[in-house]
């Protein structure tokens, strides 16, 4: 039987080298990561292969009541798991984060398994957004900036924050924030405010955007830019009928003011009344009963 040496030491030669690459290539760890940016441009399939991670940023907002844990450096700011006997972060602290990238329920995270507070650093300045950037989803838990009106403010016992409601373009979101720039939070409503604060995205489980809310770290973070009018009660009485029409130098955004019998009351939560021209479903979350006619 005739052998072919040739083929025997061509297959040698290919087993070798695919051995040496195969060795090579489990020899060789993923590269640390370095800055934010490089974490959160991995697809969520990448973000799961718990890349190294070792970088310093400043916290922009912490609160394990509200599960919150931000961190942003030069390039972008991100969302950090939580990490057990880790004492309680302050916003503007500068920290020295080693551990792995996630993939996060919406979008990358760290996985830390070691945070080191190296000294006080400064809080960045927000990023002016518009509408559109921040219910895209891609502002996610950068810190950010945008000014709207305040429909509605309440205290949350449960995590001492208040929640400012807002309207900015027709599209409604929360601010949590521990300090209001008045002495009463209902002087509020009505003002146009500009917020500064961390990007909290709300999501469901196929990883699907469903809404916003703003986080502020500091007490400036919340700026009255127009005071709402005096006595709201002052502006003129308007027919149910004719809400949400043209109105010249009028806003949807803008207060207005009705009268009616009330209907039907939800303490606390809906109040419907009735003009001779329509009848008004009204959320309030007021506790005061009102009685039928």
């Known amino acids: ?4 040496y040739g083929w025997i030491k061509l297959t040698v030669g290919v087993f070798c080298i695919a051995t040496m690459r195969s060795g090579f290539a489990a020899e060789s760890p993923n590269p640390v990561l370095t800055t934010v940016a490089a974490v959160r441009s991995l697809s969520a399939a990448e973000a ?17 009541i509200l599960y919150s844990r931000f961190l942003q450096d030069e390039t972008a700011g991100i969302y950090l798991l939580e990490l057990a006997n880790l004492p309680p972060l302050l916003a503007g602290q500068m920290v020295e984060v080693e551990g792995v990238t996630g993939p996060g329920e919406y979008a990358p995270v760290i996985a830390p398994t070691s945070v080191k507070v190296v000294g006080q650093g400064k809080i960045p300045a927000g990023t002016p957004v518009a509408l559109e950037q921040l219910v895209s989803g891609r502002e996610d838990s950068q810190l950010v900036e945008f000014s709207g009106i305040v429909r509605a403010v309440h205290f949350e016992k449960d995590s001492q924050y208040y929640l400012l409601d807002f309207v900015l373009g027709g599209e409604r979101f929360t601010a949590y924030a521990k300090h209001l720039p008045v002495t009463q939070a209902q002087e509020l409503v009505g003002s146009t405010v500009k917020v500064r604060g961390v990007c909290s995205t709300m999501f469901n489980r196929q990883r699907q955007l469903f809404g916003v809310r703003l986080l502020v770290p500091q ?3 919340v700026v009255i830019e127009k005071p709402a009018p ?12 004719s809400l949400l029409q043209f109105a010249p130098g009028g806003s949807f955004s803008d207060r207005v003011k009705v009268t009616g019998t009330v209907a039907y009351c939800e303490p606390g939560s809906a109040v419907f009344i009735q003009d001779e021209t329509a009848g008004l479903y009204c959320h309030t979350l007021q506790r005061d009963l009102l009685q039928p006619g």
């Open 219 to 221: 007490a400036e973070g």
């Open 230 to 241: 005096a006595s709201p009660y002052d502006l003129p009485v308007q027919k149910i009928s």
């Open 48 to 64: 799961k292969q718990h890349h190294p991670v070792k970088l310093k940023g400043v916290v922009t907002f912490y609160d394990e």
């Open 1 to 4: 039987m005739q052998i072919n």
